[in-house]
């Protein structure tokens, strides 16, 4: 798909100056652009870049000052990189505007759609299922019975949400994503044997959230596992039942959160932490990577480690295992000439 630089300068409110029709058809970084990409300078260091860059238009702010001439078109706005921003999310929303319905699908006679939908191939819709409007669902998906979609969602190809689902509205679930698997509940019969518990709950998500690639999220044993709104999950991410993630608390990728522990709004979980069971961690908290947590943690906490504690105990002792061989010498040093001492006392 083609745009003219006017075209895009209409949509930024910006300022052509150069050949308002000049086409791009697709993005490049600065020092990458060719001939038909558009692509945007904010950052000073990458001034040089302008001068050299192939590509068709460019995007400045208009406080720039041109040392000499350029080859792209140039559109000039208030912020370069907020106008390149909102230019992506445009260009996104065109590259995924699919609608109508693939074949081969399924969708059960009990089934409720919305207005403007998409349905992929090979896709699947259960009995009961209510969706909303707009909402996109990418082939191969499996949308289980009796599940919620609420408006302006996006499912990716290959996601599969088991029965009982409720999602709330613009949310997007990213490929290879598994919502309502059983949760990880076994009890050891009097043989030592190990027989499931039967999972019976659900999963809540709320308004725009996001969950990336690959991730799980369990149904609960009872009530429902919650992920509050504005939560942004990363790519696997492993949510055991019952667990609730409160308002827009962000999860980098790896994440493993054990059952029925409760996570506060606003907080900061870095890659691969681990989190046991059963525990409260309250609301704007940050948690470093590959950071464990064994126990419940206040409002406002940094912590690192594993197990984790505090932040500034964290870096004070890291200063003292980095040193603890010189400190380990000094001490043998120490104890030698206190040996030496009482040697010398006794004669």
Do not use: W
Not at 23 to 35: A, D, N, Q, R, Y
Not at 41 to 68: D, G, H
Not at 149 to 155: L, M
């Amino acid at each position: 798909m083609k745009f003219t630089a006017q075209q895009i300068a209409d949509i930024l409110e910006g300022e052509v100056e150069g050949n308002p029709n000049e086409e791009v058809s697709k993005l490049s970084k600065i020092e990458e652009g060719e001939k038909g990409s558009l692509t945007f300078l904010s950052n000073p260091k990458y001034n040089t870049y302008l001068y050299t860059t192939n590509a068709s238009v460019a995007i400045v702010n208009k406080s720039f000052l041109l040392e000499k001439k350029v080859t792209p078109t140039l559109i000039k706005v208030e912020d370069a990189y907020k106008s390149f921003s909102k230019l992506l999310e445009f260009y996104n929303e065109v590259k995924n505007n699919k609608q109508g319905r693939e074949q081969p699908h399924y969708i059960s006679a009990s089934a409720k759609i919305g207005e403007n939908e998409y349905l992929g191939a090979f896709s699947y819709v259960g009995e009961n299922v209510v969706i909303g409007d707009n909402v996109k669902i990418y082939p191969n998906s499996y949308i289980g019975d009796n599940t919620i979609i609420g408006d302006n969602c996006v499912i990716f190809s290959g996601v599969k949400i088991y029965s009982e689902t409720q999602i709330g509205n613009n949310c997007k679930i990213h490929s290879g994503c598994i919502i309502g698997s059983d949760g990880f509940g076994f009890a050891p019969n009097e043989k030592g044997e190990f027989t499931a518990i039967p999972q019976i709950g659900n999963v809540i998500i709320e308004d725009n959230v996001d969950i990336g690639a690959a991730s799980t999220i369990d149904r609960a044993t009872l009530g429902s596992t919650i992920i509050r709104k504005g939560v942004k999950l990363d790519n696997q991410i492993q949510i055991a039942h019952n667990v609730e993630i409160g308002e827009n608390t962000v999860i980098a990728s790896q994440t493993g959160i054990a059952g029925s522990t409760k996570i506060g709004k606003n907080c900061m979980i870095g890659g691969q932490v681990g989190i046991v069971g059963h525990i409260k961690i309250g609301d704007n908290v940050k948690i470093l990577a590959q950071a464990g947590i064994s126990k419940n943690v206040k409002n406002n906490e940094i912590l690192n480690g594993s197990p984790a504690f505090k932040i500034q105990d964290f870096t004070k002792s890291y200063v003292y295992f980095r040193n603890l061989p010189k400190i380990a010498s000094s001490l043998s040093k120490i104890e030698k000439e206190l040996q030496a001492q009482k040697i010398g006392n006794n004669e």
